[in-house]
Structures are given as structure tokens and as C-alpha cells.
């Protein structure tokens, strides 16, 4: 007597992509035990455990499109991307409540420490493996063992493992958003700011804080980065980071078409740690910030995002808009034909999508000044870890891209990291276009999508618009 699903179209869908997938959904206990099914394969590094790792995150995604419990396995016949194994996984859960497989690696030693020492900023796979070669089993050991590694990331992350392990929370990111924003307008008013990550989809906490930097006139965002981090510093809001410069071109574009492995974007970022007061959780009226709020831009991120009106804000974006939606395919060649001469322009050029900018002063390269604390020792590390009462510290990724390439980044940025994968083989194998942070290209033609909208990446997609609350997938 089975009752047969509840089908919405989208569960027959092949991609991810063309699915949506909510936060909250039917049948967590079967996609948490897939996830760590799928972690489980990541960290083995055998012959076949990465497609194996994909295959578990397939099957959790279609699960998050049912429209009810499952109860019986036979719900699942027909159901895309659920081989044999998940099938067993999920059967198990089913009849005895718990899956043995599942059970055995979530209580195994070597998987405990993986996770353990993963769960530390600047340690993957790799790293941990050796580590547990070593016979260290704990953060403790790590710590006593000393000098771990040169990676200023693990130093501060080893430091600081048990606060960047406390989830921040949307009321943190909303009061940092504040102070950014604010901020980020007295250096340049029209500067727009947006919370990015898991925080966009939804979700209530995460382990870090994503934020997209940009100005609607291109390039006028080059050059405030650096000064957005001096302000912060001077507000001893920093405590350690790395500034990378923007090496967006298409040469790394061709390049990693053919590698088809380009998993980092080329912006100029900054990736660090920030100490935050422990009175950003609870509800204030943001403070900390000289101007006026009439003078500043007040950027609302549209939960329901329609494709119309100027989703920003802008008085000043209607005319960008206008401009670009009538010029949607913009010739990479020309890019090109600047690339050639681009050693021999003394003032190096800033190159975006659709247009070099000869740089004055080098904008992208970033300020050789330090702050104070990307040099310390590890012992000062240690001690600035130590009794700390009124704050916590916090990872946050702050990126720039110039508004020519922001709503790929936008799309890239919000995520989820599984629906970017899909996105981007979607892309590849089904329009044989090259889908990145930085825009849709068409390899053949030369040719550089335009987006004035977030809509505009899933029309040229071809896709559905999902709302950032469907992409948890
Ligand atoms: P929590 O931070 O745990 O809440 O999850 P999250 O979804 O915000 O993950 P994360 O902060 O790791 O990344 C946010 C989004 O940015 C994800 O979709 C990632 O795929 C993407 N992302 C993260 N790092 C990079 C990167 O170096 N380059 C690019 N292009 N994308 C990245
Ligand atoms: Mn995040
Ligand atoms: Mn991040």
C-alpha cells in the first residue's frame, strides 16, 4: 500500500539548477546522512570517492524538492540520482532508523578528526590528513605541538579555532553591514554593499560573512577596498586578513576553460578575521559611523527580487540599466585586441568584462602598508586569543567587483557552493557556455554575456529564476 509521491515538476528536472531547494524541506533526516556521506567521500582521496561525493549531493538535492516525508523506498522508484547505494542508505533509514554505514563513519576516529581539524580556517583535507599521520588527535595537540604551518590563516585560525567555531549569527552580519555601509559611504557615496552567502539564502547563522563590494559607474571601485580596510583597522574592528589583487583577464578565462577547474574567481578580495564586540548580538541602533544616513545609500536586498525597477535603489541606475539591457552581448574581441598591448601600457590596466581602465596609480594593486597585526608572532597570536571578554572573532570575505561583473558575482557569491557546481556544468554541457563569477562567456564567439540583473544570469541560462531562498541546494 504505497502511496506514490506528491510529484511537483521540478523533482524530474536533471539539474540542481533547475530545481528549487529551500532551507527548510521534508526530509532532513535523509539529506543530513547523504551530506555526510558526501563529506565522508571528499575527504577520502581515492580513485573514484569525488564522483562518488557528487552522486551523495544529487540524491540529498532531489530529496530537498519532495513535497512530503518519505516513508516507503518505493516513493523513491523513478526518482533521478538515486542509485543503489543512497537507495540502501536511505532504505536502512527507513527500516531501522539509523543507516550503519553512516553510523560507522560519524563515529569513526579517523572522520571525527577530520572534521575537528578541517573545522579549523586554512586547513583542508590535505592538511588534516597529515596531521592525523602525525598522531595528533585534538586542537590541544596541534597547539602543544607548535608551529603547525607558515599559513597565517591556520596561525590565526589555530588561535582563534574556538570562536570562528561559533556560528555567526544574522544579527552580527547585520550590524557589520551597518558599519560597512556606512563607511563605505563616506569613501564613495553610491557604493553598494551587499550580504552575500548563506546569509542571502536564508540562513540564520554561518561560519563566516560574505560581502560583495561594487559602484555602478565601473572602475570607480577600484581603490576602496584599501580604504574600507584602513577605516576598519583605525576602528580596531581588524585582526589579521590577505589582500588579493584582482587578476581577472581572458587569458585566465581561456586558460581555465580548457583546464575547466577555474574554482576561484580573479576579484580583488580580502579574506581575514575581524573582532567583533560581543554587543553585535544583541538588537542597537548601529553606531560607529560619522555621517549621516541621509547622505548614504541604503541598499535593501530584495528577498522577492522582481526583475523590474532598479532592485538597488539608485536613482542613477535607471539610465545604466537602460543602457545595458539594449546592448546584452558584448564582444570579448575587443578586450582582446587591448590585451596585446597591455605590456607595453606603463600605467597597468584594470580589466573588466567589458572594458580596460587605465589605472591611475595602479589601483589594483593593493597598498603595501601592513596592519599592525599581519605581523605578529605566533606567541602574540596566542596571547591576543587568550582571556578576550567583549568580543569574538569573526571570518569575513570582502569582494570587489567592478558593476559590469556584479551579479555573476552576485550569483557566485550567494551561492549554495553545490548549486554553483551544477550552475556551471549546466552551463558547460547542456549551452556550452562558460558560467563564472565574472559573467557567461561564449568561447567560440568571443562573446561576454551582459547582466543588469540577477534575472538576466537565469534568462541567458535559460533557466527559471530562483529566488537565493531556492538555491539550498
Ligand atoms: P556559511 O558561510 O557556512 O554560512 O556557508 P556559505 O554558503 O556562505 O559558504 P561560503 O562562505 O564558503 O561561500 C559562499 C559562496 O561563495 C559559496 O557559494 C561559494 O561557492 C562561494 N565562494 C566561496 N569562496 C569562493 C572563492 O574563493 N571564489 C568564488 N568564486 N566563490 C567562492
Ligand atoms: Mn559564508
Ligand atoms: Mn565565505
Redesign the pocket.
Known sequence: NVISPKTTTDQNYEWACQRGARLEHFNKKFTVDLELLQTHAEFCNEMHSQSRALAFRRASCVLKTLLFPLTHIKQLDGVKYIGGHVRKVISDLLDLGSSPEVEEIKFSDWFRKMKLFTSIFGVGPATAKSWIEKGWKSIEDVRNAGHPSKDWRIVWGLAFHEDLTTPVSRQEADRFMDILQCEAQNILPGTIITL????R?G?S????I?ILITHPTDGAELGILSKLLDVLDKKDIILSGQRMKNTFSTEALNEESRSMHG???HFEKWFGICKFPKAFQHPTTPSGCQSSKEDSTEVKDNKNSSTHSDPLGLPFMETQLTRNSNNLSVPLVSVKTDLKHRSNVKNKSYISNTCVYEGEGEPHVPSTKKFKHEDCSEKEVVEMARPQTDWLARRV?LIVTPYSQYYYALV??????H??RDTRLYAQQVLNLRL??HGLYDMKKQEALQATCEEDVFRHLNLTYRDPMDRNC
Open positions: 552575500t552567502g548563506g546569509f539564502r540562513k547563522n554561518g561560519h563566516d560574505d574554482k576561484f574567481d570575505d557566485g557569491w550567494t551561492g549554495s557552493k548549486f554553483n563564472t563569477s
